[in-house]
């Protein structure tokens, strides 16, 4: 969106991760995977096949022991930390399993979170915010500290914020997986909305239902991607 | 963001502020109670006092330890008359504390060790006596202060007889001829607080009494008066020349390789002031030791403070948030609870510096630079103490803090 060519949102180039654990352990064995601008992408796969793994390289807060991770073209894997937490904080929106937003900050100011550390005024951080939150239909919570909003109504502040960088892509961690089937229902349904308006989506999950909204789904097992699965596009059922 | 840290922890807040508070405070205190003494030390010099030149003899070692320290008794009475004719010198006589087992009056006694004194007529200057006259040298007469006078039930006045016990239970009487304006110390070898007091000549009372086992009465100590604030250092030359060379002194002092030590009232204030500098340095020290406790306190509940918010961290850096980002946010806490302290802790010090110079009676000085300083140190202990906590917050992993429950 916010970059020139056809370069994709993410690109993994033979990714490597080896954790020393008496014995060295492959989380991920020479992963290749493209996921390209505009695309719904998720991963499942069972415990311990590396989902966790790749969604931390991915979205650059895990290096990978060999291979390149490019972002929006950008090497990733030869930056330095300080540089890869800037890149995060521009380029990455996370939504979280157990939401993580802060809990002393209200609605909008934990949307408002990452423009802080981009040095971003306050009336122009608040603005944003405001206008994403209503964007996830929370226009009337702005002031609300996380734990006066339900389940699903923090996960929608958790997507505001991942939305306030304007992202090359937003990695979901089973976002739906502390919420109840309805609730999880309706999240997903913004999340295909935001596919809709361009948006690039990486989702990790275990539940196939959940896994069934995205375009491709990418399977992995022992640390290698098993198959790539392309599915319908049901997203277009709800969009209308 | 801090701020709000803060104020989400509102009694452990408090409580970690409290040892900054407690620290700063007993400084604070501490110092305005040692500048209140010596700006009331230095007050008490009256003008008349600084063209005095106070002489005693004493073995090398004793020097620069105040006045009279390791004095002995070697000045006679043609020394003292010697000295009253050099150039520069307007009077000269000898010194010495009588010690005594009490005072008496009218069937009254009060135990005193150090309250009487005998020296030469010129000791108390003519416009200090409020009542009466000086004593006559020769006379059993004696000068009292207020203090000593109503220090009776029924207060002395002139023309009562007192009677002073010395050591060993020898009884002298003294006729009461004077009683002065004031109970101030009249010189540097009484102190420089006010005390009773009971000044009588040296002869009869020291050169008959004290020192008839002596072929020639000698005194430990010798005053010299310059004719003017201006004559003291010829004074102090002349005199320290007629000791070296002409007095019955000498013999004695180069017998017992004794050293003269001639000062004013200045110069022996300079040395009692570098006594209570270090006293005050002492005590201070100690109370900075509270300051030091109290600023564990915050590295302590910054450490917590850090473990506890190992989550938030995580989401800090999961969307951006810089290693220095992280180390600010904890350190700007740490400072706050330090400038909060210190400035609490200052008000509080303030208070108790008054309430201790009222207590002890001193006129009360503010050290108005250490105010400054107290905040500056508030401010460097919270950076001091906050800043391996937020270096380990800082370092944290986004991965194993996003994980962390």
């Excluded at chain 1, 290096?63 to 890149?87: F, H, K, N």
């Excluded at chain 1, 006066?148 to 505001?160: D, E, N």
């Excluded at chain 2, 050293?259 to 209570?276: D, I, K, R």
């Amino acid at each position: 969106m916010n970059s020139t060519g056809g370069s994709a949102a993410v690109s993994l180039e033979a990714v490597t991760k080896t954790y020393m654990v008496g014995e060295p352990v492959h989380a991920l064995d020479g992963v290749d995977l493209e996921i390209p601008r505009g695309s719904y992408v998720a991963v499942m796969g069972p415990s311990g096949s590396g989902k966790s793994t790749l969604m931390n390289v991915i979205g650059c807060l895990d290096t990978p022991t060999e291979g390149m991770v490019y972002l929006d073209g950008q090497e990733v894997t030869a930056m330095s930390d300080r540089e890869r937490t800037r890149i995060r904080g521009e380029e990455v929106g996370f939504v979280f399993q157990t939401f993580n937003l802060m809990p002393r900050l209200t609605a909008v100011e934990n949307v408002a979170l990452p423009l802080v550390f981009r040095g971003i005024s306050v009336d122009e951080r608040r603005e944003r915010a405001a206008e994403l939150l209503e964007r996830v239909g929370l226009g009337d919570r702005l002031d609300h500290v996380p734990n006066m909003l339900s389940g699903g109504q923090r996960q929608r502040v958790a997507i505001a914020r991942a939305l306030v960088s304007d992202p090359a892509l937003i990695l979901a961690d089973e976002p739906t997986g502390n919420l109840d089937t309805e609730t999880g229902e309706n999240i997903m349904t913004l999340f295909e909305e935001l596919h809709a308006e361009g948006n690039t989506v990486v989702m990790v999950t275990h539940e196939r239902p959940i896994a069934e909204h995205a375009e491709r789904v990418v399977h992995l097992l022992d640390g290698e991607i098993e198959r790539i699965e392309e599915l319908e596009a049901v997203g277009t059922e709800v969009e209308s | 963001m801090s701020w709000r840290a803060i104020r989400s922890h509102k009694l452990r807040s408090t409580l970690t502020t409290l040892g900054v508070i407690i620290g700063v405070a007993a400084v604070i205190t501490f110092v305005t109670l040692g500048a209140s003494l010596q700006a009331g030390i230095i007050g008490d010099i009256s003008p008349d006092d600084r063209q005095n030149v106070y002489g005693w003899a004493a073995p090398e070692e004793s020097s620069n330890q105040g006045p009279l320290a390791g004095a002995q008794p070697v000045f006679t009475q043609p020394d003292v008359d010697g000295l009253s004719e050099q150039p520069g010198v307007r009077a000269a006589y000898g010194y010495t504390s009588i010690p005594t087992q009490s005072v008496g009056f009218g069937g009254e006694r009060i135990p005193r060790q150090d309250a009487v004194v005998a020296t030469g007529v010129d000791y108390v200057d003519e416009d200090e006596i409020a009542d009466g006259r000086r004593f006559e040298y020769g006379q059993r007469e004696a000068v009292l202060n207020p203090a000593m006078a109503n220090a009776f039930e029924r207060n002395v006045t002139v023309g009562d007889t007192i009677t002073v016990t010395i050591v060993g239970g020898f009884a002298v009487n003294a006729t009461v001829v004077g009683i002065t304006e004031d109970s101030e110390a009249r010189s540097p070898f009484e102190g420089f607080g006010p005390g009773p007091r009971v000044y009588l000549p040296l002869d009869p009372y020291y050169t008959q009494l004290v020192a008839e086992a002596q072929e020639t009465p000698r005194f430990p100590a010798i005053v010299v008066e310059a004719n003017s604030i201006d004559d003291v250092d010829r004074a102090k030359e002349s005199t320290r020349s007629y000791l070296e060379t002409e007095s019955d002194a000498r013999e004695q002092a180069e017998a017992a390789n004794l050293t003269y030590e001639l000062q004013t009232s200045t110069e022996l204030l300079g040395q009692l002031q570098a006594v209570l500098d270090q006293l005050q340095a002492f005590v201070v020290g100690i109370a900075g030791l509270s300051l030091l406790v109290g600023s564990i306190g915050i590295a302590n509940i910054m450490l917590v403070s850090v473990t506890e918010r190992t989550r938030e961290i995580g989401i800090m850096k999961a969307v951006g948030a810089q290693k220095r980002d992280i180390l600010t946010l904890f350190v700007t806490e740490a400072v706050i609870v330090g400038i909060i302290g210190s400035i609490l802790g200052t008000l509080l010090g303030i208070v108790g510096g008054w309430a201790g110079a009222q207590y002890i009676d001193i006129p009360l000085t503010y050290p108005v630079e250490w105010f400054g300083i107290a905040i500056a140190v508030g401010i460097l202990v919270g950076v001091g103490a906050g800043l391996y906590p937020a270096w380990r917050g800082a370092r944290t992993d986004p991965i194993d803090a996003l994980r962390y429950e």
